[in-house]
Nanobody
Framework: QVQLVESGGGLVQPGGSLRLSCVTS????????IGWFRQAPGKEREGVAC???????TYEDSVKGRFTVSRDNAKNTAYLQMNGLKPEDTAVYYC??????????WGQGTQVTVSS
């Protein structure tokens, strides 16, 4: 059974940093891409970043240069390092596999709030 569990969210001031983790199980982690998504209140879910099985990364334009996605295949875990956070980054952040439909699984989400 595919499982993804996010953690690391919280309340941070503008300009601050957070590191989200996505711990996975139930599938061959090193064979699949991992995507990070977010959904703000009243808005549609959007893709934030994706890391392929060969560590190729892509980012949504608004987070380029501020967010970094990575993976540790030995730990079946993906990460999203978020620096220079802005209030508009406030959302529930999810990880999923792979990065596009059809998805094999989603996490439950972790809340990120950027506010002074």
């Amino acid at each position: 059974q595919v499982q993804l569990v996010e953690s690391g969210g919280g309340l941070v001031q503008p300009g601050g940093s957070l590191r989200l983790s996505c711990v996975t199980s139930g599938f061959s982690f090193d064979y699949y891409a991992i995507g990070w998504f977010r959904q703000a209140p009243g808005k549609e879910r959007e893709g934030v970043a994706c890391i392929s099985r060969r560590d190729k990364t892509t980012y949504e334009d608004s987070v380029k240069g501020r967010f970094t996605v990575s993976r540790d295949n030995a730990k079946n875990t993906a990460y999203l390092q978020m620096n220079g956070l802005k209030p508009e980054d406030t959302a529930v952040y999810y990880c999923a596999t792979p990065c596009s439909y059809p998805y094999h699984g989603w996490g439950q989400g972790t809340q990120v709030t950027v506010s002074s």
